[in-house]
């Protein structure tokens, strides 16, 4: 239930960050929010004030994590920053484009669990770890591309973009970076 909840959490944020972002994208278009609407901003992430790097372009994920930081990443200006419940920013890191390590080709996700971050390449089909200012730790290749990914106790679980397959949920060790187990059966 728990978990539950943390999720609904997750997506209402990523809901309520979009509607109360004062109508305004990174390119001057206004996309003003419904005035009639029944929901009201918990925190506002934006707004006419600030300068073009503080506007969102494309965000691809975004996560609360156990200290309540909004964790957001933006595929199009390519960062991950992160913003206290007051929508004030904490930190923010670059997603250099390229294809060695550190460089992404399309980030599509990402998972925190507290002290360093997974990012799902989707074009290279690649899980990259970083610390929390966006160093490089380690990286390896996954047999799909990353639509969804989250970490647990060491292991990383992966849903893939266009994952046709019978297997739709792939667990991968952290340490050893090897396939363990698609939807809960066991590989070799």
Known sequence: MRGFLRGATVLLVMALVWIAWEGRT???R???AQENTPYK?????GGEALE???????IVDLHLDESNDIHVMDGQERRLSVFDLKGKLKARF???KGEGP????KPKCFA?????YAIGDMNLKRITLVDQSGKYLSGFRVDEQPGRIQIYQGRLYLSGVFDYSKDRVHVYDLETKKKIASNARRTR
């Open 26 to 28: 990174a390119h001057g």
């Open 30 to 32: 206004d996309l003003k």
């Open 41 to 45: 901003p918990i925190v506002s992430i």
């Open 52 to 58: 073009r790097d503080d506007f969102f372009s494309s």
């Open 94 to 96: 670059a997603l250099p």
């Open 102 to 105: 550190g460089e992404y080709s």
């Open 112 to 116: 925190y669990d507290g002290s360093r």
